[in-house]
């Protein structure tokens, strides 16, 4: 993951971000919502994605980008990126054993 991807992942999974994602995702909604042309029709189904990524702390983006898709995975630490096997900068081996009970 590069220095830039790292920072964009740090800002998606922040209640900054989630709290952003929710009041744009209702904004569209309300804005989209008497259906009067095709570009509220688009912002009305955009303001779904968006509220839903905020209230569910989700990138939809993620795979197209190459950061995970689930705030969770974004806050877990190094120690999740080592359990599931993702390669690490900080000179030491995965050793953990534990298992995942955040699911």
């Not at 095709?38 to 905020?54: E, P, Q, R, W």
């Not at 197209?64 to 081996?93: A, Q, S, V």
Request: aromatic residues 12%; contains cysteine.
């Amino acid at each position: 993951m590069t220095p830039a991807q790292l920072k964009f992942t740090r800002f998606k999974s922040g209640p900054i971000n989630r709290t952003i994602d929710t009041v744009l995702g209702i904004a569209l909604i309300w804005w989209g919502s008497d259906f009067s042309s095709i570009a509220k029709d688009i912002g009305f189904v955009i303001g779904i994605f968006a509220l839903l990524a905020g209230v569910l702390n989700v990138c939809w983006a993620a795979p197209i980008i190459g950061i995970p898709f689930r705030g969770k995975e974004l806050t877990g630490g190094l120690d999740w990126w080592k359990r599931y096997g993702h390669k690490t900068n900080d000179g030491m081996e995965n050793t953990s054993s534990a298992a995942c009970v955040c699911d």
